[in-house]
């Protein structure tokens, strides 16, 4: 179940610039590792900040999370959002 705001979008506000960052890459298929080494941090660490964004987001696994930053990437990413269009 993916808890929503007032609005019907996950309360993306609730996570810090960095789980946002993960979630972005989350979204585009990355599994652990590679977003280790993508953000120059350690794989245990991506894990955790995936495990803190289900948690926020009130979802149930990752799958559910890639998909919230599939469609939410304009809430995730606001500054490329409204770059690009």
């Known amino acids: 179940m993916i808890l929503r705001a007032a609005d019907g979008a996950p ?6 610039d960095r789980e946002r960052e993960v979630l972005a890459l989350l979204g585009g298929g990355m599994a652990n590792r590679a977003l280790a080494r993508r953000l120059g941090i350690a794989e245990r660490t991506v894990k ?3 495990a803190h964004i289900i ?20 809430l995730i990413c606001p500054e490329r959002h409204s770059a690009v269009g």
């Open 11 to 16: 309360p993306i506000k609730e996570l810090t």
């Open 48 to 50: 955790a900040h995936v």
């Open 55 to 74: 948690e926020k987001l009130g979802l149930n696994t990752r799958l559910e999370a890639a998909v919230v930053a599939a469609v939410h990437h304009g």
